[in-house]
């Protein structure tokens, strides 16, 4: 990987617990699940990162699952663990969560920018500050910014739990690209993809 990182971590945002599995908050989580299936490994609880962990290799790369369980509000915690443990650079960590303003299904990489008001990024910025990486996992937005906290804590429609796993695909293929490549190619590879 052109960026000399023999490490990374790719955290999925999300809140712990079968109630919220479903739903849109959540689909950080599904996306370090989609990770850690497609390179079978098996997520543990890992009490010191408050939150359960995975690791596998892509392309020569060693790359640490991190599902914090403290809840979205507090995922900083987590991260923080996890970065000050493995002394890991904001260059090193991949972060995915849901996002509001991006259709259901459409992805977007970027590197560091503001919390756009997602609590788990807002909590993230209070230890790393606002350049890491991002993985942006569009659920669509209800229209009314009333709606929103029952929208993210509800369930995708059929149609548009399709569309963002399907977009959860790409996004896996993109990492793959990522730690192959460039981080260029690998944006411009999602972003061209639908």
């Known amino acids: 990987m052109p960026e000399d990182k023999k490490i990374i971590a790719i955290v999925g945002l999300g809140n712990p617990g079968a109630e919220y599995q479903r ?6 989580f599904w996306f370090a699940d989609l990770i850690a299936d497609r ?3 098996d997520f543990r609880s890992e009490s010191k990162f408050f939150g359960a962990t995975a690791r596998v290799k892509i392309a ?14 507090k995922s900083g915690q987590a991260v923080a663990a996890l970065v000050n443990f493995y002394k890991l650079t904001p260059d090193q960590l991949l972060v995915a969560h849901d996002e509001l303003d991006l259709p259901a299904g459409a992805m977007k990489l970027k590197i560091g920018g503001g919390h756009g008001g997602h609590n788990g990024l807002r909590d993230i910025h209070k230890s790393q500050g606002p350049d890491y990486r ?6 669509g937005h ?3 910014k009333n709606l929103v906290l029952d929208y993210v804590l509800g369930r995708p429609s059929k149609a548009d739990e399709e569309a963002i796993f399907n977009g959860l695909a790409r996004s896996a293929d993109a990492v793959e690209t990522w730690l192959s490549t460039t981080w260029d190619k690998a944006t411009q590879q999602l972003h061209t993809s639908a």
Request: zero cysteines.
């Open 23 to 28: 739903t849109r908050h959540n689909a950080g």
């Open 39 to 41: 390179f079978r490994a």
């Open 60 to 73: 020569g790369t060693d790359v640490l699952l991190l599902k914090p369980t403290t809840f979205m509000n």
């Open 134 to 139: 991002r993985l942006r996992v569009g659920i």
């Open 142 to 144: 209800p229209g009314d």
